[in-house]
C-alpha cells in the first residue's frame, strides 16, 4: 500500500468508499501481477473456485474488446471474476452505507435512490486511483516489488499491464451501469421549487429543470473537486497513450487492440463522469471542465487522422484538404495558377496595372480548363515522403477507430450541454454522414463548444510536453501566465533567469518532445487543420492563432522535412480561416511574429530545396498565402504595424530567393523529380508572388526581372514530350506574363530573349501535336490536353511580349518571316501572334 499512503494521508475525513476503492484497486494489481496469470504468454484468470477463463490477450490472432461494435459482446458487459465479484460488492456496500448517511441527513429521502444507489460517486472514486495505483504500472514505471516484496520483477510483462487494465476498467464498467447522468452529488442538497438568485456568485447551471437547487459551499466545493480529479484522470490517460504509441512493442497487435482500446474506453467513462460531476455545475468552474474535454479530444484524434484513414499513415494531401475546406478549386493546380496570374487569358477579373484581357481570351485554352490535367496537383501526394507514419493505428480491426469515435461523440454531447452559446441559441450540430466529412462535422461541433482557445492553449502544451491539468495549487497560475507569454518555449533555459521554472514532464535531452514521440505531432496535425475552419470570430480566432504560431515556427525549422510540411499546411489553415472572414482589425499575430515567419520561410525554402516536392511545394503554398495576407493587412488598414511598402520588400526578397532555389534545380536537369520539385514551386510560390508584386503601381518587380528570366526562360525551353515538362512549361509561361506586367519598364530590354524562347515552345509543340495525331496509341487524353494547352499559352504569351517588348521582339518576328518564307506554319503563327497582339492594344487600358 506505499503507493497509495500518500493519497490517504491527505483527508482525515475520507468517506468509506474511497478506502475501499484504493484497496479495490491495490488487490487488482497484486492479484493480476501474479505469474500465474500469464503464464505460457496467455492472461488467464483463475477463479476462487480453481476455473480458468481466458481473455484472448496475446492468443495469436486478432481479437477486438468486449465494448467495441464489431464484437459478439458488444451489447452485454462480461461477468466479473469473482475476484473482482468480491470487491465489488465491498463498493456497492459502501455506496449503499453512503447513501443511507446522506438519506439521514436530508429533509426530502428518497427510499428509491437507496435501493438502486447512483454509483457514479464510487466510480469517481476508482478513478481517482488511477493516477497513483494504476498508472505507473501502465506506464511501466513500477516495478511489483512496491506491491509485494516476495516478487522482484524489475520490469511489467505486457500482459500483466493489459490483465490490469482490462480487470479495471471491467470493474468501472460494471459501476457505470448504474450512474444516473442527471443525478448530482448527494450530499447537504436542499431542492426548492422557488426561483432563487446567483447565490454569491456561485450560478448554477440547472439545463433546463425547474427545480433549482440551493448548494451550499462544501457541496459545491467537492464537486468542484471532481471535476478537477476527473480532468486529472484524464490527464493521466493521455499520458499512458502517449507513452505507449511511442514504445510500441514486438507485439503491437495487443498494443493496437487491447491496450490502447482499454485506454480509450477509460477516456469514454471518464467524460461521462464528468457529466454526472458537472451536473449542476458551477458557472465559474466550466473552464475546468471544457479544458478536461479538449485533453480527451486530443487523444480521440490520434486514432482518427483525416477520417479515411485505412492504413498506417496518413498523408500531407489529405491535411491539405482539410486545410482548404471550401475552395473551389485546387491551389496546387495549373488551372488554380493560370486564373491567378496576371494577364490571364482564362481569368474574368482585371489586370490591375497596364493591361486590361477581360475581353480577350483563348477559346481553346478555356475548353481545357476543366480537364483532368488541368485541375489534378501537380504534385503525387501519395509518395512516401508526403505521409505521416502511425503504426499505433490498426487497419485491420479498426477497433482504434471506432473507439476514438464514440468518444468524439460523447465529447460533443457534453461539450453542448456546457456552452452557453448552444443553450440559447438552441443549435446542434448533428453528423449525418459518413466518411471525412461526418467526422469534421462532430469535430467542428466540439470547437465550437468547447471553445477555439482553449484548445489551442491545450495543444500547445501537449506539444511542448506540458500539458498539466489545473490543480488547487497556485502553481495553476504560474502554469497560466506562461501559456499567454507569446512564443515561450519552457524547455530553452536561460542565462541568469531568476523566473520560477515549470516541470517539463518530457525527459526528451534535445528539448523537443515532438520529435521522442511523434504522435505529438500527428495530433496536433489533424487537431490544428481542422479547428480553424467556420470560425467567424476573429477575437477568438486571434487568441488562438498566438498560441499556435509558435507550433508553426518550431516545425517549420524542425530537421524533419515532413514535419516542416506538416507546419507548413497548418498555417496554410490559419490564412484559408483568416481571409474567409471580415477582419475589423489587425490581428495581434502580425506584429508579433512577422519577422519571425519571415525567418523561418527562408531557412525552410533553403533546407526542403533538396528534399521531396510535396515538401517544398506546400512550404511555397504557406509563404505565398502568409505574404498575401500581409498585403491584404497593410492595404486595408492604416494604422497596420506594417505598411504596404515593406510587405513589397518582403515580397520581392521571398520572390528573388525562390527563384535562386529554382535556378539551382534547373541546372540539375529533371533527375530525381526534379521536374516535379520545379512545378510545384512554380504553381505555389512564384506565381503567386510574381501576381502579388505586379499589383504594385511602382512596377515592384523589376528590381527582380534579370534573376526571374534567367530561371523561367530555361524552364519554358524544357525539353521532352512528358506531362511534368509541360506542367513545368505552362507554369513557367503564367509566371511569365505576372512578371512582365510587374517590371514593364524594363521588358524591351529583354523582348528578344523572351521571344525567341516563346516562339521555340511554340515550334516544338506544333511538332509534338503532330506526333500525337499520327501516333497509334493517341488515346492518352492528357497528351493533347498538355500539348494544345502550352501552345496555346505560349501564343498568348508571345502577343504580350510584342505589346510590352515592342521593337526588340517585333525583330525577332521579322527575322522568322525573312528566313523561314517556306515553313508556312512558322509564318501562320507569327500572323497570329501580330493578330492577337492588336487584339490586345485595342482593349481599354
Given at each position: 500500500y506505499a503507493t497509495c499512503q500518500p493519497l490517504l494521508s491527505n483527508d482525515a475525513t475520507m468517506s468509506s468508499i474511497r478506502l475501499v476503492a484504493y484497496d479495490a484497486c491495490v488487490s487488482i494489481v497484486k492479484h493480476y501481477s501474479d505469474p500465474i496469470h500469464y503464464a505460457n504468454g496467455d492472461a488467464v484468470d483463475v477463479d476462487v473456485d480453481g476455473s480458468c477463463t481466458g481473455n484472448n490477450i496475446n492468443n495469436g490472432y486478432e481479437s477486438v474488446p468486449y465494448f467495441d461494435v464489431a464484437s459478439d459482446q458488444s451489447s452485454t458487459i462480461p461477468e466479473l471474476s469473482s475476484f473482482c465479484k468480491f470487491w465489488h460488492q465491498r463498493l456497492m456496500e459502501a455506496t449503499a452505507q453512503d447513501g443511507e448517511e446522506t438519506a439521514s441527513s436530508t429533509p426530502l429521502s428518497h427510499t428509491e435512490d437507496i435501493a438502486n444507489p447512483n454509483t457514479a460517486s464510487t466510480a469517481r472514486e476508482m478513478l481517482r486511483c488511477y493516477t497513483a495505483i494504476i498508472h505507473p504500472i501502465v506506464s511501466k514505471k513500477w516495478s511489483q516489488s512496491d506491491v509485494d516484496v516476495n516478487h522482484q520483477h524489475k520490469t511489467v510483462p505486457l500482459e500483466v499491464i493489459v490483465g490490469v487494465l482490462f480487470n479495471y476498467e471491467l470493474m468501472i464498467a460494471h459501476l457505470m451501469k448504474d450512474v444516473r447522468v442527471d443525478a448530482t452529488t448527494p450530499i447537504n442538497r436542499n431542492l426548492k421549487p422557488e426561483v432563487i438568485g446567483n447565490n454569491e456568485g456561485n450560478e448554477i447551471i440547472s439545463g433546463g429543470s425547474k427545480l433549482i437547487e440551493v448548494v451550499s459551499r462544501t457541496n459545491v466545493e467537492e464537486r468542484i473537486d471532481d471535476v478537477l480529479d476527473i480532468g486529472r484522470a484524464i490527464n493521466t490517460f493521455v499520458d499512458d497513450i502517449s507513452h505507449w504509441t511511442a514504445n510500441l512493442l514486438s507485439d503491437k497487435k495487443t498494443v493496437q487492440n487491447e491496450l490502447l482500446p482499454y485506454l480509450l474506453r477509460l477516456l469514454h467513462h471518464s467524460v461521462s463522469l464528468l457529466e454526472s460531476a458537472s451536473s449542476p455545475l458551477v458557472q465559474s468552474d466550466v473552464h475546468n471542465a471544457k479544458e478536461a474535454l479538449a485533453i480527451a479530444t486530443l487523444a480521440a484524434l490520434l486514432f482518427v487522422g483525416d477520417g479515411k484513414l485505412q492504413k498506417y499513415e496518413f498523408g500531407l494531401g489529405s491535411l491539405l484538404d482539410v486545410a482548404m475546406d471550401g475552395a473551389k478549386d485546387n491551389p496546387l493546380s495549373l488551372a488554380y495558377a493560370l486564373k491567378h496570374c496576371k494577364l490571364s487569358p482564362v481569368s474574368d477579373e482585371k489586370a490591375g496595372g497596364s493591361i486590361d484581357v477581360s475581353a480577350f481570351g483563348s477559346k481553346s485554352i478555356e475548353t481545357f480548363m476543366g480537364s483532368n490535367f488541368m485541375t489534378r496537383p501537380v504534385v503525387d501526394w501519395s509518395v512516401s515522403s508526403a505521409q505521416f507514419r502511425a503504426p499505433w493505428f490498426d487497419a485491420a480491426s479498426g477497433v482504434g477507430y471506432r473507439m476514438a469515435i464514440s468518444l468524439l461523440q460523447r465529447i460533443s454531447q457534453l461539450a453542448r450541454?456546457?456552452?452557453?452559446?448552444?443553450?440559447?441559441?438552441?443549435?446542434?450540430?448533428?453528423?449525418?454522414?459518413?466518411?471525412?466529412?461526418?467526422?469534421?462535422?462532430?469535430?467542428?461541433?466540439?470547437?465550437?463548444?468547447?471553445?477555439?482557445?482553449?484548445?489551442?492553449?491545450?495543444?500547445?502544451?501537449?506539444?511542448?510536453?506540458?500539458?498539466?491539468?489545473?490543480?488547487?495549487?497556485?502553481?495553476?497560475?504560474?502554469?497560466?501566465?506562461?501559456?499567454?507569454?507569446?512564443?515561450?518555449?519552457?524547455?530553452?533555459?536561460?542565462?541568469?533567469?531568476?523566473?520560477?521554472?515549470?516541470?517539463?514532464?518530457?525527459?526528451?535531452?534535445?528539448?523537443?518532445?515532438?520529435?521522442?514521440?511523434?504522435?505529438?505531432?500527428?495530433?496536433?496535425?489533424?487537431?490544428?487543420?481542422?479547428?480553424?475552419?467556420?470560425?467567424?470570430?476573429?477575437?477568438?480566432?486571434?487568441?488562438?492563432?498566438?498560441?499556435?504560431?509558435?507550433?508553426?515556427?518550431?516545425?517549420?525549422?524542425?530537421?524533419?522535412?515532413?514535419?516542416?510540411?506538416?507546419?507548413?499546411?497548418?498555417?496554410?489553415?490559419?490564412?484559408?480561416?483568416?481571409?474567409?472572414?471580415?477582419?475589423?482589425f489587425v490581428p495581434t499575430f502580425v506584429g508579433r511574429f512577422h519577422e519571425m515567419l519571415n525567418r523561418s520561410f527562408e531557412a525552410a525554402i533553403q533546407l526542403c530545396g533538396r528534399e521531396d516536392a510535396t515538401i517544398l511545394t506546400v512550404t511555397c503554398l504557406a509563404q505565398s498565402k502568409w505574404l498575401g495576407f500581409l498585403n491584404l493587412c497593410s492595404l486595408c488598414f492604416r494604422k497596420a504595424s506594417i505598411s504596404p511598402s515593406t510587405v513589397c520588400t518582403m515580397t520581392r526578397k521571398a520572390t528573388a530567393d525562390l527563384l535562386v532555389v529554382l535556378g539551382k534545380q534547373t541546372q540539375s536537369g529533371g533527375r530525381d523529380g526534379n521536374d516535379v520539385r520545379i512545378a510545384g514551386a512554380l504553381v505555389s510560390g512564384i506565381n503567386p508572388l510574381l501576381a502579388q508584386l505586379s499589383a504594385y503601381p511602382e512596377a515592384a518587380s523589376v528590381e527582380i526581372a534579370r534573376v526571374a528570366l534567367s530561371t523561367l526562360l530555361p524552364l519554358i525551353g524544357w525539353q521532352g514530350m512528358g506531362l511534368e515538362s509541360r506542367t513545368i512549361q505552362i507554369a513557367a509561361l503564367g509566371s511569365l506574363l505576372s512578371l512582365m506586367d510587374g517590371s514593364y519598364p524594363v521588358m524591351p530590354h529583354h523582348g528578344t530573349r523572351i521571344m525567341v524562347e516563346v516562339f521555340s515552345l511554340l515550334h516544338r509543340s506544333d511538332k509534338d501535336a503532330i506526333f500525337i495525331n499520327e501516333s497509334k496509341c493517341r488515346g492518352s487524353g492528357d497528351d493533347e490536353v498538355s500539348t494544345t494547352v502550352s501552345s496555346e499559352l505560349a501564343e498568348f504569351t508571345a502577343a504580350v511580349a510584342l505589346v510590352l517588348c515592342c521593337e526588340s521582339a517585333e525583330a525577332v518576328l521579322s527575322h522568322i518571316e525573312a528566313k523561314d518564307t517556306t515553313a508556312k506554319q512558322h509564318l501562320d503563327r507569327c500572323i497570329q501572334i501580330r493578330f492577337d497582339a492588336k487584339k490586345l492594344t485595342e482593349i481599354p487600358q
Open positions: 450541454q456546457l456552452s452557453e452559446s448552444a443553450t440559447k441559441r438552441g443549435e446542434v450540430i448533428e453528423s449525418n454522414e459518413t466518411g471525412t466529412n461526418s467526422i469534421m462535422l462532430l469535430f467542428q461541433s466540439i470547437t465550437e463548444h468547447i471553445g477555439i482557445t482553449v484548445l489551442a492553449s491545450t495543444a500547445r502544451a501537449f506539444f511542448y510536453g506540458r500539458l498539466v491539468f489545473p490543480s488547487k495549487s497556485a502553481d495553476v497560475k504560474m502554469v497560466a501566465s506562461y501559456q499567454h507569454k507569446g512564443p515561450y518555449m519552457p524547455m530553452v533555459e536561460r542565462i541568469g533567469s531568476t523566473q520560477n521554472k515549470i516541470p517539463c514532464t518530457s525527459s526528451s535531452r534535445d528539448g523537443k518532445p515532438h520529435n521522442k514521440n511523434p504522435m505529438r505531432v500527428f495530433v496536433i496535425a489533424t487537431l490544428l487543420c481542422g479547428m480553424f475552419q467556420r470560425n467567424t470570430c476573429a477575437d477568438y480566432l486571434d487568441d488562438a492563432i498566438i498560441d499556435t504560431i509558435p507550433i508553426v515556427l518550431s516545425l517549420l525549422d524542425d530537421a524533419q522535412p515532413i514535419n516542416q510540411g506538416i507546419g507548413a499546411v497548418i498555417l496554410v489553415s490559419i490564412m484559408e480561416a483568416l481571409t474567409s472572414i471580415e477582419l475589423k
